[in-house]
Every structure is written in C-alpha cells, then in structure tokens.
C-alpha cells in the first residue's frame, strides 16, 4: 500500500482524518499516486494537477524522504521507500503568502 | 412569517445569516469552508434551498459546491473548467498578447426555472453552463470568441466575468460585464455576444469611447424593467434605458462617483443604491464616513444614507457583488465590507445595524427571500 499525506484543506476536502492509503497498479510515479488518488477522492480532482494540463499547481509540492520530487517527471520511479510503503508521500501546501 | 436568508462569502469562508421577517434578530452559521477564499454563493429561484458556491484558493484550485438543503451540508462537485478550442490571448497590462488562463469562478447564476442549470463567471473572462447542477460545465465559448477577445485587458482585481443578469422575460437575453473589457448582450441564449458600451466614456483608456476596453465594476436591473440596466463603472454611474445599446450618466450630485456596488431596490424599479468610494487609488469612502447613497428617481438625484452607518474613521470597501436586497413588503438592503461587517437595513436604507461585525473581508452578499 502507498501511503499519502495530505495537507489539511484536502484532508477535509477528501473528508479523510490521516494518511491515506492506496493500492497502485504498475510503476509507483507521482502520476500513478495521483491518478490513484484521484480516483479514490473525486473531490481532490483539479485541487493537486491542472485538469487540463496535469500540471502540478505551482504552490503544490511533493516531498519524500526528506527529498523535494517537486520537479521530477511525472513517470519517474519514486524512491523505494514510497513503493514498500516504508515511507509516505507527502502533497504539500506550498508555505506562501506571507 | 416569511424569513431572510443571507449568503455571505467572505476571504476566508462562507457565512449563512437567516432571520425571520423583522431582520432584527440574527442566526449566524459558519464559517463553511473556512480558509477558502469564498468569491460568490447564490441560491436558485426554483428551487430555494439549492445553493451553489464558488470556493478557491491559490494553493489548490477552484471547487464548486453545491448543498441542497439551504446550506446544512455541502457536495463538492465538478471544476474542470476547460475553455473550448484554441484559448488565444488577450492583452496583457502592459499591452502585449498573453494567453487566456482559468483561474476562478466570481459569479454564479442559476436560472430562474431550473436548479439544475447554472452560469458561471470566470477569470480569466469566460462564461460557462451547466445544466446537470454542476457536475460538468461548457464554455459559451461566443463571448470569448468575440472579434475583440483579444483586446480586453485584466483590470486590478484581475481579468474578471464578475456580473451576469438573466432576463426574466426573454430567456434567450443575457447581460455580462467583464473588467476591463465592457458590457455584452447576447439575444440568442449564448451563441453570440455583442459589446453594449455605446456612450461610456472611460477617460482612463487610450480611446474613451471604444468598443471594448471599459472598466465595469457592476451591473444591476430590475426584474419588470429589464431593459433598463444600471451600471457603476470604475468611474461614472450610468443607465440604460435601451439593453444596454446606449448608456447615459447618472452619476448627478453623488460626492464622488468611482465605486463597485450598485443595485436596485425590490419594488421601485427607480430607487437605486450605490456606495461611493473615495477614488481609484484609495479605494475607502470620502472622509472616512460609510454612506449608501439611494436616488428615487433612477439616478442623477442622489441622497447619503447614514443613519446606523459608522460617520467617521471608517476606511472599509464594498466590493461589487456585495451588496443585494430582499423582497419582503419593505424592501431591506444589505451590504458587506472589506472589514468584515455586513449591513441590514429592513426599511430601504433610512435605518442602518450590523448583523455581524469581525468576518473576514466580504466578498459578496445574496439573499433569498423564503417563504
């Protein structure tokens, strides 16, 4: 199981209270994990990615064993620690605004 | 008793307000959504208790929700907002072309006849549809696609669709205002859209009198009367009495005429409401005094309505979609303001209370009428 944190608007959002937890088929990427998400919480839908473009929204990050993937591509491999389950995937609220 | 239903967004969430026909005591629910910017809520004429609200912010998007029993619990339903075909450019503020890009819902319509069916304003200017109560929307992409699509311009706040007024008597009719590019009509249900901005003059703008390019900050109409338009621009106050295929000003013995809020009282399609701000770099009202001005007799002829309303160190605005009215017997007003207060008068504007004092900044106000 993957396991994926959420930042607090999406907690509520998604009416979740922790971590949540999904299967995902195949290759674990950030696109997979989101595609999952997305499909398990419809209302996350556009909150995380552009629905058109599947751009990451600019102050959304995704952090992972105290790494920044923000940038990686989409279809990259996460790190094995994400696929085992070992370690969370964390979507981030971007600290902005003053 | 009939009873008052106000639906206030705010910066940080939406607040529903009920009271029973006096508005002298007040129920004050919220906030829902809390730390979402909460642009509008409005509910539907067929079916009251449908509400819908526009809920965004700038870490995570535009959500649309939607509750069917006034507002107790909300769905969050569909958001992808997808212009149709190629987006283009529009100008950008410093003049050159820069790509049309979603980026929030100002205004919700419903229809007078169909909860289901629904209009939304966006950012940047679009207006879309959904008839299956949200689920899925559709460009009306005629208005977007107007020959001068690419000479609108954002105005401060954004390259907003803030305002649309369905016609009660010809559904085919709809008025939308987008700053900074002007008004528009379609008679044809949304196919196709022509610019109504003949006689404003916007000397702010390279060419006063253009075709497009104005800063409409709202606009308001009467239910019985609606070719008669009432619009408050960045500056002027002006009136239709044709659609909108001409517009003369009104602004008359006003203080000061740059403002956004304008409506028009419940019953007397002649009495109208605006609230003076000082100017468009202050953006607060002159001398530090919160006065709604009314005129009975359909502009030039204005007078302040004070009473109840701070007189003095008072450095709030009324943004435009802040301000609307009940239709009780005697009409009440209401407004809301950068500071957080909303407003009630239950008799036209002579009396002035605050229903609530320390919300975020209000971004607009609605009220439903309920049997």
Redo the contacts between chains.
Sequence with gaps: MIRVEL?A??RN?ARVAGEVQLEVAGPVTQRAIIDALEASY??L????R???TLDR?P??RFFACEEDLSHEPPDAPLPAAVASGAEPFLIV??I??G | MSTVRVLVGTRKGAFILTSDGKREQWDIRGPHFG??EMYHLKGSPADPNRLYASQS???????IQRSDDGGHTWS?MG??F?YEGVAGTHQWYDGTPHPWEFKRVWHLEPSFTDPDTVYAGVEDAAIFRTTDGGQNWQELSGLRGHGSGPRWQPGGGGMCLHTIILDPADPQRIYIAISAAGAFRTDDAGQTWQPINRGLNSKTIPEPTAEVGHCVHHVAMHPSRPDVLFMQKHWDVMRSDDAGDSWQRISGDLPVDFGFAIDVHAHEPDTIYVVPIKSDSEHYPPEGKLRVYRSRTGGNEWEPLTNGLPQSNCYVNVLRDAMAVDSLDECGVYFGTTGGQVYASPDAGDHWAPIVRDLPAVLSVEVQTLP
């Excluded at chain 1, 839908?45 to 995380?48: A, P, Y």
């Excluded at chain 2, 912010?57 to 959500?63: A, C, E, M, R």
């Design positions: 930042p608007h999406l959002l419809p209302a839908r556009g909150t995380i552009d629905q058109v929204r102050f959304v609220g971007a902005a605004g | 730390g979402w912010t700038g870490w995570f998007g535009q959500l969050p958001n992808k997808a």
